[in-house]
T-cell receptor
Framework: GEDVEQSLFLSVREGDSSVINCTYTDSSSTYLYWYKQEPGAGLQLLTYIFSNMDMKQDQRLTVLLNKKDKHLSLRIADTQTGDSAIYFC????????????FGTGTRLQVTL | DTGVSQNPRHKITKRGQNVTFRCDPISEHNRLYWYRQTLGQGPEFLTYFQNEAQLEKSRLLSDRFSAERPKGSFSTLEIQRTEQGDSAMYLC?????????????FGPGTRLTVT
């Protein structure tokens, strides 16, 4: 079955780059997503990447996909205190694009 | 576009009571999803609809749970005979089935506490 794993915690200084990593097991994954969740709030879609792509850039966000190793990363350039949140990666299986399978989330702490 | 809305935002109930949550998706979205999130975990899929049809249900959705989307717009999730283990955040999301990335947009969630 599908399994998505993330490290639990990351601390960075304001202005540095953050890199949040994710591994997944389902080789049929087609789309991979990054969501941000602030305390007590729902999930905000940040970006997504299709499985036939290696990289996608969107302003301060860069997504890298290594399909061979089933490894996904999210790089946030010039990290700000407002980026402090929990970041979830999620995947959806080929041909269905229905349910999302989420990782356990990485808590990003941005320090001054 | 007002986004996905959910009501109520918080619900406290006693064990054994029934509760119902409502989700209003983004207006033109034809798919609607329910997820459950417990503390320290990522959301887990419960069920989804395309228009009025309920297309998939997770094994997590016991027979005490029922979801409807009668007119293909808003949806309700009912939990009967609530148990303490039902305490969680219930998240609703919607999407457009022909969107390029099948992106799902989430509401703010309903936090259920069963005492």
């Amino acid at each position: 079955g599908e399994d998505v794993e993330q490290s639990l915690f990351l601390s960075v200084r304001e202005g540095d780059s953050s890199v949040i990593n994710c591994t997944y097991t389902d080789s049929s994954s087609t789309y991979l997503y990054w969501y941000k969740q602030e305390p007590g709030a729902g999930l905000q879609l940040l970006t997504y990447i299709f499985s036939n792509m290696d990289m996608k850039q969107d302003q301060r966000l860069t997504v890298l996909l290594n399909k061979k190793d089933k490894h996904l990363s999210l790089r946030i350039a010039d990290t700000q205190t407002g980026d402090s949140a929990i970041y979830f990666c999620a995947e959806t299986a080929y041909g269905t694009a229905s349910k999302l399978t989420f990782g356990t989330g990485t808590r990003l702490q941005v320090t001054l | 576009d007002t986004g996905v809305s959910q009501n109520p935002r918080h619900k406290i109930t006693k064990r054994g009571q029934n509760v119902t949550f409502r989700c209003d998706p983004i207006s033109e979205h034809n798919r609607l999803y329910w997820y459950r999130q417990t503390l320290g975990q990522g959301p887990e899929f419960l069920t989804y609809f395309q228009n009025e049809a309920q297309l998939e249900k997770s094994r997590l959705l016991s027979d005490r749970f029922s979801a409807e989307r009668p007119k293909g717009s808003f949806s309700t999730l009912e939990i009967q005979r609530t148990e303490q283990g039902d305490s969680a955040m219930y998240l609703c999301a919607s999407s457009l089935v022909w969107a390029e990335g099948y992106e799902q947009y989430f509401g703010p969630g309903t936090r259920l506490t069963v005492t």
